[in-house]
């Protein structure tokens, strides 16, 4: 086999493996949320799987190349290999589906291991394992460009996803053609070792030239310590700024792609080759955005997304490449290539576990991106010790962050009357006043996305404000519905605006997956206090409880989950309508809430009336009031004498078609295709 020929054998089995890595998570966790429900507790879970995975993945790595000889690691892995194809294909079995008993955790766990376990692992391994048999290749100096290839490869298949292979295909046919491309994989990955255990068999790691630690140096703890702290800083980066993004400035679908793909890119670059890191120009360019991001915490500037989306862009851009950039110049010889690799997985798992999973625990708002800044400029200090003058600046800049991050935290204390954050994000309430009356008002926030509002009047905190407006479809659908004890079922509570409408007599069975929603409800507004109605209260994933309980009988059923960046796509499928017509009487109406600057989701849900036989009325309200906002409402039933009431047909409308739109199922479903 000749030189190129090896080098493409190499350079295909790291870029399909990270490839077929990135490309599974969103595949597998798409399978099984309409099982669990769009909690962030799946996704947590899912996140803890990956990562710990891969860390084993990169511990076998490790041990492998440090214990085994070469004829031995090959034998081993190609069994392995082999072993995982008993695996093939990762569709999810209905065995595995919850009866509603389990530990939903452990079952996840079980569940994730049984159908992708030795696939994930081994793909985990594959880059550092390969890249330390490339090592011992005559072109092992230019061993660490193979990792610049591998986050190009998870970069690809971060944009392939979502533009490419999600809107033209379904989750079943994604499954048989990511097993097909494991297939391959295995082909690849075990020719490989072969490969290298015939014609390099006894052959010595080879230093990259460029690296600062010398071929025979055994590296010290401060390159241990730096191999965690640089990369767990920027996994750090990457998600306090997504959050910053997608919370405090603008809730658009699709944003978080943004931030992971600088995070990827600058990978990518730094360990491509020396060329694209240089101190020079990276160093400033990270200081000035440093203390731009920080400032912007305690400023407009920095929620205003005209203004915060290209600084924090920019700003983690540049942080991204200063931390990567020092990582690759601290990288060792091959001789300890798997530990840097080992080290560098432990780092971003432990940046993303203090922001994903502590976090949310022991900040009650979202200022880890002010201590993330004041830590980037911490260990600048520890980089520039030698140097007087850079750590005098450096210090000075960590000063800086925590000044602009008590100012943030300052700010938010004086302008909310409560806040409170767990998994599923801040909630915050404030006072304001509302028109040229100056009539005070208290708001509920979930981020930047207004989840209800009540005037603090006696005289008017019954009134439905905001969305829920009497001339907006839901008060239509309420209102139109029988004189007499109504059953009204709500997914999403918000302030409770919708109870209301209640009277006595009315039943109102609320589902709210964030136990704090309920706290908030109860605390700071009375519309469920003061409604005349029974209040039923319903803590956890709606589709899942809907599912499991006997038919309720609703008069109307509000389905208001789909106004902030991730839409809970679980809740607006054709088995969703389903679930829902369940528990409908036979002149019931289902109304989904479409409210949203972003997605067109009016479109969808009538697609998937039309797949059902049912019938559908859009209206949209502009009403004049200034506590009312601009709403969009779908009506569904299955008697269409019911949308011709009166008051419905006078205010609906038609809905604008998109042009190829399919009726949205557990298996297949695209936000792509509804972006406005």
């Not at 492998?64 to 995982?84: D, E, M």
């Not at 990567?324 to 432990?346: I, K, W």
């Not at 009487?585 to 997605?599: C, M, S």
Request: glycine content about 8%; overall charge positive; some cysteine.
């Amino acid at each position: 086999m000749s030189p190129a020929t090896s080098r493409g054998l190499f350079a295909g089995t790291i870029f399909t493996s990270a490839f077929l890595l990135f490309l599974v998570q969103p595949l597998i966790a798409k399978q099984i949320l309409p099982w669990f429900g769009g909690s962030a507790a799946v996704w947590s879970i899912c996140m803890v799987f990956f990562q710990v995975v891969l860390l084993a993945g990169y511990a076998y790595s490790d041990w492998v190349t440090r214990r085994l000889a070469s004829r031995a690691q090959a034998r081993l892995h190609i069994g392995l290999l082999l072993a995982s194809l008993i695996f093939l294909p990762i569709v999810t079995d209905a065995r595995w589906k919850p009866t509603g008993t389990e530990d939903p955790t452990l079952w996840i766990l079980g569940l994730l291991l049984g159908t992708i376990g030795l696939p994930y692992f081994l793909l985990s391994t594959t880059g550092p394992l390969v890249q330390s048999w490339v090592a011992r290749t005559p072109w092992g100096a230019q061993v660490y460009r193979y990792f610049s290839l591998s986050n190009f490869a998870s970069l690809a298949s971060l944009l392939a996803y979502p533009v490419l292979i999600e809107p033209r295909s379904s989750l079943v046919q994604q499954a048989w053609g990511w097993s097909a491309g494991y297939a391959a994989f295995v082909l690849l990955c075990a020719g490989t070792a072969l490969h290298v255990s015939r014609r390099w068999p006894a052959g010595a790691p080879v230093v990259a030239s460029s690296a600062t630690v010398a071929p025979s140096a055994r590296p010290a703890a401060g390159d241990y310590l730096m191999w965690l702290a640089l990369p767990a800083l920027g996994s750090w980066l990457l998600l306090a700024i997504t959050n910053h993004l997608t919370q405090n400035v603008a809730a658009i679908p699709f944003l978080w792609v943004l931030p992971l793909s600088v995070y990827l890119l600058t990978f990518v670059l730094t360990f491509e080759s020396d060329r694209w890191y240089r101190r020079a120009v990276f160093v400033p360019l990270a200081a000035a955005m440093l203390a731009l991001c920080a400032f912007g915490l305690q400023d407009s500037l920095g929620t205003n997304l005209r203004t915060a989306l290209p600084i924090y862009v920019v700003g983690l851009f540049a942080l991204c490449m200063f931390l990567h950039g020092e990582m690759a110049r601290l990288r060792p010889g091959g001789a300890y290539l798997t530990r840097f690799y080992l080290m560098l997985s432990l780092g971003g798992a432990l940046g993303g576990v203090s922001v994903g999973l502590i976090a949310p625990h022991v900040l009650p708002a979202y200022y880890e991106l002010g201590v993330g800044l004041m830590l980037c400029a911490l260990i600048a200090a520890v980089l520039w010790r030698q140097r007087r003058v850079g750590m005098v600046a450096s210090l000075g800049l960590a000063a800086a962050c925590a000044w602009f991050l008590a100012l943030q935290v300052a700010g938010d204390a004086s302008g909310a009357r409560r806040m409170e954050r767990n998994f599923y994000g801040t909630l915050l309430t404030l006072d304001t006043f509302r028109g040229d009356a100056k009539e005070q008002v208290r708001q509920m926030y979930h981020g930047s996305v207004k989840h209800g509002e009540q005037y603090l009047a006696a005289a008017r905190r019954r009134e439905p404000t905001t969305y829920y407006g009497r001339s907006s479809g839901i008060g239509l659908a309420i209102e139109s519905a029988p004189a007499k004890g109504r059953r009204v079922g709500l997914i999403g509570l918000g302030a409770g605006t919708l109870a209301a409408y209640g009277r006595t007599g009315d039943v109102y069975r609320v589902y709210e997956i964030n136990p704090e929603v309920f706290t908030l409800a109860d605390s700071e507004f009375s519309f469920l206090a003061d409604s005349h109605a029974r209040i039923e209260r319903v803590l956890g994933d709606a589709r899942l409880a809907l599912e499991r309980e006997s038919p309720m009988s609703f008069d109307v059923l509000a389905v208001d989950a789909f106004s902030g960046d991730s839409v809970p796509i679980h809740l607006i499928t054709c088995e969703a309508m389903d679930i829902y017509w369940k528990h409908m009487k036979p002149d019931g109406i289902v109304a989904f809430h479409v409210t949203n600057r972003f997605l067109a989701l009016a479109p969808v849900v009538e697609q998937i009336a039309l797949e059902k036989g049912l019938h559908v009325a859009f209206v949209h309200d502009e009403p004049a009031d200034p506590a009312l906002r601009n709403t969009d409402w779908v009506l569904v039933a299955r008697d269409p004498d019911v949308l011709q009431r009166d008051a419905i047909r006078r205010a609906s409308s038609d809905i604008a078609p998109i042009p190829g739109l399919q009726a949205w199922t557990d298996d297949y479903n695209n936000l792509f295709s509804v972006l406005k």
